[in-house]
C-alpha cells in the first residue's frame, strides 16, 4: 500500500526598498527515506534566477539562489511528487526494559547520537519545570513511555500561534502554555532527551484531508530513537504517530536546523512575507503507476 | 666620545637595574652577569647616554606612526581608541640550540592539534576510548554541526597557529595557550624588525640573527599548498571584517605583503557553489580564502543569520571542495583553555610521543575537587575563562582584592565549565626601557610563536612576538591590556655565523674602497655615510 502526493511550497515577498542583492536557501524538497520516494520535482522562481543545490549537515537537499539583478519581489515555488508507503510502527520491543537501558547508557550509543541528545536554546529545560514534565516509569519501554509523553504534550499544551514565534524556548511555552507545532516538538525533544532517548526535530508536509492541526504551513513534529527499532515519528500537536500522512522534508537538532527559507538580502527597509504549502493526495491513475 | 665620558652613561639607563628574585631574567643570570649570547648586545646599549637612547626610541616610534601600524581597544572607557603598540628597542634573543628544542616542540603540538580535530569531525576515536571527556568537546561553542565529516582539501585544519610559550622561574617554557582561531601579531613581529633596522641597523647587521621577512611568502605559500584539485595558480584572497575590526591593520598588511587582493564580505559572492570575487574585470574565481572573521559571521546561511560580514553560501562551496578555508572553521573546541590540560595525552594519544613542551598545570571548574581546590585557594591562581581572547576577564589571584576575589567565586560557581585554573606562573623578565623613569627595568615577556602547516609542508617562523608587560609587575601581556613587544631574534647555528661573518667581512671591504654603506633593507637598497667606529 502507499500514497502518493503532490506537494507544493510557495513563497512570496515583497520589499518596501530595491534588493540590490540577496542570497536564498531553501529547505523544502521532501527527502528520501525507507518511506517515501521522489518521483519528481522542480522549482521555480519569479527572478528566473538559476537554482544549485548542496547538503547540509544532516544530508538534506537545501536548494540555493543568488540574485544579482535588483528586486522588489520575489517568488519561490517547489512541486514535488511523493509516493509515501505504509511505515511498520516499533509494535512490541524485541528488547526487555533493562536491555534498553543498558543500550541508551553505552558510550559509544551516546557518541553516535550525541546531536540528538544534547540540548541547545530551544530544548533545555529549567529543573524547575520539572514536576509538570513526565518521565519514564521504571518499569517502561521506551516506546510505551514516548506514546504516554505524546499524550502528556497534547493535554497539557493547548494549540494557538498567537503566543509564540520562531525564536520561543521550550522553557517558554512551558510558562505560557500554548504554542504551535514547533513548540510542541522543542518540548517533546527536550523531555525524551532528559530521559537519555535521542530525539531529533522533523520539519515536512502533513496531509491536508485528514482536519488536523498545522496543515495550513510546514508541520514540525518530533522523531524519537527506540532501541531495537530505530526512529520513530511523534506528533505532540495531534497526539499521534507520524504515518504514511507525514511527508518529511528534514531533520536536526531543532528548528535552527530546519528553517524553510534562509535569506541574506542588501536592501534598506522591511518587507512583508508570506507562505503557503498544498499537499495533494493524487488520483487512482497516478497512484497505478 | 670618549671612555671616561661613556663610563659616566653606563650607570645611566642601567644603573637601577634589579631582578626580582624568584624571576628568571632573560638577559642576566643569577650571579648578575651578562648571559654571553646577551653580551653584545648588552654592550652596545651601555654606548647610548640617556638623551641619545631617548632620541633613537622616539624613532623607532616614528617608525610605527609611520607604517600606521595601530590597533585599537574594546572596553567601555575606551571605544575605538587608536594606540600605538609599544615597542622596546632591546631584542629578546633565543640562542640556537633552545630556539630548536622550541620549534620542535611547537610542531609537534600543531600536528597533534590537527590531528585531534580532524578526528572529532571525524571518527571520534579519542572520545570513544575516553582519552577526552566527550562533555568538554560537546559543550564547546566552537564544536561545529557543519564541520562533522567534514575534510579539507589538504587534510589540515589548524594552518595557521600562534603557540604562547613562557620561561618559569625552573627555567622551562611552558606553554600557556594554543592559539588555532586565525592568531594575530604576526605583523608586529615584521614590523618590529623593521623598526628595529631602521633605528639601530648598524647593531643589528653585526648579529646572526634569523630572518623574518619570509613568513607572508610562506603564508601564501601554505595556502597555494591546500588550492582546490586541479587549479594550477590559485587566486587566493585575505577576507577581513573591515576597517572597524582591530586587527584590521594587520590583515592589509598581510594582503599586501603576499601580493593578493584584501576583499571583504561583499566583495565575494557564492553562485553554483563556487566562490567569487567582484572586480572591475567582472568576477573571478577564489580558490582559497584566509579569512580573519570569526567563524560565527562567516557564512549567515550556516551560522549567526545576521552576519553582514560574511559570504552567504560559502560554507557549502567549502564542503564542496570548490574553496578552501583558512584556518577550517570550527577548530576552536581544541584551543578551548579545559581542553588545553588535556593536550599532554592527545599529543601522546595521536602521535605515540612524550611532550616536548611542558604543560601548566589546570583546575577545571566543572570538576568537584578542582572547584573545591580553586575556591579554597584562589589567591594562588589565575582564573580565566575558557573560551576569551585578549586577556579578558581574567583574575590573578594574588593581585586581587577581596571584592574581586568574591565576585569571581560568584562567577566561577554559576558557570563551572566557563572557568579554569591555573598556579600563578612566573613569567621570565627581560630588561625594558621605561618612559617617564628613562631607563631600563625588568619587565615580564612571554613569547608567540608563528607556525604554518600545509599539504606536505610545515613552518615555524625562527622569531616571534615577544610581548611585554609595561605595568610594573604586571603578568598580562596581552596589546589590549597595556602589553607592549620587542623584536625576538633566534640566533643563527655557530655553523651559519661562519659564512655571515665571511659576507661582513666582504661587505666592508666594499664599503671602504667607497666610504659608503650599502644595505639591503626591508625599505629597498640604501646607501649612506659609512660611520666611523
Known amino acids: 500500500m502507499r500514497t502518493v502526493y503532490e506537494v507544493v511550497y510557495q513563497t512570496q515577498n515583497t520589499y518596501e526598498a530595491t534588493v540590490k542583492e540577496a542570497f536564498f536557501s531553501f529547505l523544502v524538497l521532501p527527502c528520501q527515506d525507507q518511506t517515501q520516494r521522489l518521483r519528481t520535482y522542480s522549482f521555480s522562481n519569479s527572478l528566473e534566477a538559476e537554482v544549485f543545490h548542496h547538503s547540509n549537515p544532516f544530508g538534506f537537499d537545501v536548494t540555493c539562489l543568488r540574485a544579482s539583478q535588483s528586486f522588489t519581489h520575489f517568488e519561490f515555488c517547489m512541486k514535488a511528487v511523493v509516493e509515501k508507503s505504509f511505515a511498520l510502527f516499533p509494535y512490541g520491543s524485541n528488547m526487555t526494559v533493562a536491555q534498553e537501558q543498558a543500550l541508551l547508557h553505552d558510550h559509544n550509543f551516546f557518541l553516535d547520537y550525541h546531536l540528538f541528545l544534547g540540548t541547545g536554546r530551544y530544548t533545555q529545560l529549567n529543573p524547575k519545570h520539572y514536576p509538570k514534565l513526565l518521565f519514564r516509569g521504571e518499569n517502561q519501554t521506551v516506546y510505551e513511555y514516548l506514546q504516554q509523553l505524546n499524550n502528556h504534550l497534547y493535554q497539557l499544551l493547548e494549540f494557538d500561534p498567537e503566543p509564540t514565534h520562531v525564536c520561543t524556548t521550550a522553557n517558554e511555552v512551558l510558562e505560557i502554555g500554548r504554542g504551535v507545532c514547533q513548540d510542541f516538538t522543542h518540548l517533546f525533544i527536550g523531555i525524551a532527551r532528559l530521559n537519555k532517548i535521542p530525539c531529533r526535530y522533523v520539519s515536512g508536509y502533513l496531509n491536508q484531508g485528514l482536519n488536523l492541526t498545522g496543515t495550513a504551513v510546514m508541520h514540525a513534529w518530533a522523531e524519537a530513537y527506540i532501541p531495537g527499532f530505530g526512529w520513530q515519528g511523534f506528533d505532540p500537536t495531534n497526539n499521534l504517530l507520524a504515518d504514511v500522512h507525514y511527508i518529511k522534508a528534514a531533520h536536526g537538532t531543532d528548528y535552527n536546523d530546519c528553517s524553510p527559507i534562509k535569506g541574506m538580502l542588501r536592501t534598506n527597509g522591511g518587507h512583508t512575507t508570506d507562505y503557503g504549502v498544498k499537499i495533494t493526495p493524487l488520483p487512482e491513475p497516478y497512484h497505478n503507476q | ?533
Open chain 2, 1 to 533: 666620545m670618549d671612555a671616561v665620558v661613556r663610563q659616566n652613561h653606563i650607570s645611566d639607563i642601567f644603573k637601577d637595574y634589579h631582578t626580582p628574585p624568584h624571576f628568571i631574567d632573560e638577559v642576566f643570570q643569577k650571579s648578575g652577569e651578562v648571559h654571553p649570547y646577551y653580551e653584545a648586545v648588552y654592550r652596545r646599549f651601555l654606548e647610548f647616554s640617556k638623551d641619545e637612547f631617548k632620541e633613537l626610541n622616539e624613532h623607532a616610534k616614528m617608525s610605527f606612526f609611520n607604517q600606521g601600524i595601530t590597533f585599537s581597544v574594546y572596553s567601555d572607557e575606551a571605544k575605538g581608541v587608536e594606540r600605538i603598540f609599544p615597542f622596546d628597542l632591546f631584542p629578546r634573543i633565543i640562542p640556537a640550540a633552545e630556539w630548536a628544542r622550541l620549534e620542535e616542540g611547537v610542531i609537534q603540538r600543531c600536528q597533534a592539534m590537527n590531528l585531534f580535530i580532524e578526528d572529532i569531525y571525524g571518527d571520534q576515536h579519542i572520545l570513544r576510548d575516553k582519552v577526552v571527556p566527550s562533555e568538554l568537546i560537546f559543550s564547546s561553542k566552537s564544536y561545529l554541526k557543519a564541520m562533522l565529516g567534514m575534510k579539507p582539501i589538504g587534510g589540515i585544519y589548524n594552518h595557521i597557529s600562534g603557540t604562547d610559550l613562557i620561561k618559569h622561574s625552573d627555567g622551562n617554557y611552558y606553554v600557556l595557550e594554543d592559539n588555532l582561531r586565525c592568531p594575530s601579531g604576526i605583523s608586529y613581529v615584521l614590523s618590529n624588525r623593521v623598526a628595529m633596522k631602521r633605528t639601530l641597523f648598524q647593531m643589528f647587521r653585526q648579529f646572526n640573527v634569523n630572518t623574518v621577512h619570509e613568513y607572508p611568502q610562506e603564508l601564501l605559500a601554505t595556502m597555494q599548498s591546500v588550492a582546490p584539485n586541479g587549479i594550477d595558480a590559485p587566486t587566493c584572497v585575505v577576507l577581513t571584517p573591515g576597517v572597524y575590526n582591530s586587527a584590521y591593520f594587520e590583515h592589509a598588511f598581510l594582503a599586501l605583503t603576499m601580493g593578493v587582493p584584501l576583499v571583504e564580505g561583499r566583495d565575494l559572492y557564492v553562485e553554483k557553489n563556487f566562490v567569487y570575487m567582484k572586480t572591475i574585470n567582472g568576477p573571478k574565481r577564489v580558490d582559497v580564502v584566509y579569512r580573519r572573521l570569526d567563524d560565527e559571521f562567516l557564512d549567515p546561511m550556516t551560522f549567526r543569520p545576521d552576519s553582514m560580514l560574511g559570504v552567504p553560501g560559502i560554507m557549502a562551496a567549502y564542503k564542496k571542495g570548490n574553496v578552501n578555508l583558512l584556518n577550517a572553521p570550527g577548530t576552536g573546541f581544541a584551543d578551548d583553555k579545559a581542553v588545553y590540560s588535556y593536550v599532554p595525552d592527545i599529543i601522546r594519544y595521536y602521535l605515540q610521543q612524550e611532550p616536548i613542551l611542558n604543560n601548566v598545570h589546570t583546575y577545571r571548574c566543572e570538576k568537584d575537587d578542582d572547584l573545591q581546590y580553586v575556591l579554597e585557594n584562589m589567591e594562588k591562581l589565575v582564573v580565566k575563562p575558557v573560551d576569551e581572547s585578549g586577556g579578558y576577564g581574567i583574575l590573578i589571584g594574588s593581585k586581587a582584592s577581596k571584592e574581586q576575589i568574591n565576585e569571581f567565586k560568584q562567577l566561577v560557581t554559576q558557570n563551572r565549565r566557563k572557568y579554569i585554573a591555573q598556579p600563578i606562573m612566573d613569567l621570565s623578565v627581560h630588561a625594558t626601557f621605561i618612559e617617564g623613569a628613562d631607563q631600563f627595568e625588568p619587565r615580564h615577556v612571554d613569547l608567540r610563536t608563528f607556525t604554518l602547516l600545509g599539504k606536505d609542508r610545515q613552518f615555524v617562523l625562527k622569531g616571534g612576538l615577544s610581548r611585554v608587560a609595561l605595568k610594573k609587575d604586571s603578568l598580562i601581556v596581552n596589546s589590549s591590556q597595556g602589553g607592549g613587544s620587542k623584536d625576538t631574534w633566534v640566533m643563527m647555528e655557530e655553523g651559519s655565523a661562519m659564512n655571515m661573518s665571511q659576507n661582513q667581512q666582504e661587505g666592508k671591504q666594499a664599503m671602504s674602497m667607497n666610504g659608503k654603506t650599502m644595505s639591503m633593507g626591508p625599505d629597498g637598497m640604501t646607501m649612506g655615510s659609512m660611520k666611523t667606529e
